[in-house]
């Protein structure tokens, strides 16, 4: 009998704990609070923020990194640093989570909403090319369920007409695409240090790029303008109306640097079990996979993101499914955020929202898919099979919802 019928569940055992941490974290804490720079740098990075952006942005193939107080700020200040503003229009996909769009909202941009792929669930890169005007300032792509949108397509694209690529890696640390870590494809990366994220400080986000202009920009902007008084930059000051702190503390940045020792472990470990995890759902019908890049050779779920046909299932919904899923122990949703399309506005910004008719693919995606949360990837195979084995039951046992 199904568990959420009151059988037994499929799984009892707990899950990978999220997040990580083990003594290092604690010694780093330590330290930090014993040293009593706590704070933000604030003309200079403070010591172990400035470590962090140095050792994130090599690992991820920049020279300057920019740690700031979220992934929503980063994107925000790398739109500003490249000079988007009021009357310029950014391209942006309807599939992500608000932040791409409102990002772009809090600049007085314009933004442009483009649907998604149907087999990538990443920015259609036909609809980009239609949308291109001569407003266009930028492209934002979004690393989405483990998942890249065409990279080489869309830095094609953005040379042609001479826009700029920002890649919203909010859920791709770690990734590599054709050789290049995500966040040095484009013009600028910007990562999310969120608590759900694929490597946290509780919050904290960050912006890479090799260029400096665009780095010294993010700098002043964090922090209310202010320059290095020893190596004045000229970052352009009087294009600054925005006054904010947007500053990391030195407690994040420490537990970053040890996250970051386990990044790559962990991106493995993910990358792993969720392709064992695929193979074995594609002998399930009714169940159906996103078409993940070869290209993109490093990835790892965030979220495993399956599509799931009710028609094969004795017509169960999916919001049926997702409970009885979770009733066997399995921690699953659906995309709980749905597109732009239908949830960003615009009023007081500035900003104008332009929207196309239809965007079929994502507005059916939000019917179709089932997530599952990273943190379940950082086990062993045997994990997997239990998520295989509690789809099986509920399809087995169908007639029972
Ligand atoms: C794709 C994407 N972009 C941006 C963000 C914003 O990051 P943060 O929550 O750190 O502001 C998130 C986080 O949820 C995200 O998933």
């Known amino acids: 009998m199904l568990a959420v019928k009151g ?18 974290e604690l010694k780093a804490l330590e330290e930090t609070l014993k040293n009593r720079f706590w704070g933000g740098g604030v003309e200079e990075s403070g010591p172990k923020e400035k470590e962090f952006e140095e050792k994130f942005s090599k690992f991820h193939g920049c020279e300057y990194g920019v740690c700031v107080s979220s992934g929503t700020e980063a994107l925000h200040l790398a739109l500003l640093s490249i000079g988007v503003g009021p009357g310029d229009e950014v391209i942006v996909p309807a599939l992500t989570f608000w932040a791409t769009g409102s990002a ?36 934002i ?25 920002i890649e919203d890696c909010a859920r791709a640390h770690g990734f ?22 694929l490597m946290t400080a509780g919050e ?26 020893d190596d004045v930059y000229n970052v352009g000051i009087d294009y600054w109306w925005n006054w904010w702190n947007f500053r990391m503390t030195q407690f994040q940045a420490a537990i970053l640097l ?102 079929p693919v994502a507005e059916t995606a939000i019917q179709e898919a089932v997530t599952l949360p990273q943190s379940i990837f950082l086990g062993i195979r045997e994990d997997m099979d239990d998520i295989v084995e509690a789809i099986v039951k509920i399809k087995t046992h169908s007639g029972e919802l």
């Open 104 to 139: 772009v909202l809090m600049t007085g941009g314009n933004l442009i909403i483009v649907d998604v792929d149907p087999e990538t669930y990443c920015m259609s890169i036909e609809e980009v090319e239609n949308s291109i005007t001569s407003r266009t300032k930028a492209i």
């Open 258 to 359: 040890v996250q970051l020792e386990r990044l790559e472990e962990q991106t493995k470990t993910r990358q792993a079990n969720s392709e064992y995890l695929s193979r074995r759902l594609k002998e399930i019908e009714g169940i159906a996979l996103l078409k993940i890049d070869e290209r993109l050779t490093r990835h790892q779920p965030w979220p495993y993101l399956f599509k799931y046909d009710s028609k094969c299932f004795g017509n169960v919904s999916v919001k049926r499914f997702v409970e009885a899923l979770k009733a066997e122990g399995v921690p699953c949703g659906g995309i709980d955020h749905p597109p732009l399309n239908m949830t960003l506005t615009a009023h007081g910004s500035g900003s104008r929202i332009i929207r196309k008719a239809k965007y």
């Open 141 to 165: 792509s979004v690393y989405n369920y483990g998942n890249a949108p065409d990279m080489d397509k869309l830095l094609e694209i953005a040379e042609k007409h001479g826009l700029a690529l």
């Open 204 to 229: 904290g986000g960050i912006i890479i790029t090799n260029n400096r202009l665009y780095a010294e920009r993010c700098r002043a902007l964090r922090t209310c303008g202010r320059i290095r008084g």
């Open 7 to 24: 059988g037994k569940p499929t799984r009892t055992k707990p899950w990978p704990a999220w997040p990580v941490y083990d003594e290092r």
């Open 176 to 197: 590599v695409w054709r050789n290049k870590p995500a966040g040095s494809i484009g013009d600028i990366g910007c990562f999310s240090f969120q608590q759900g994220k």
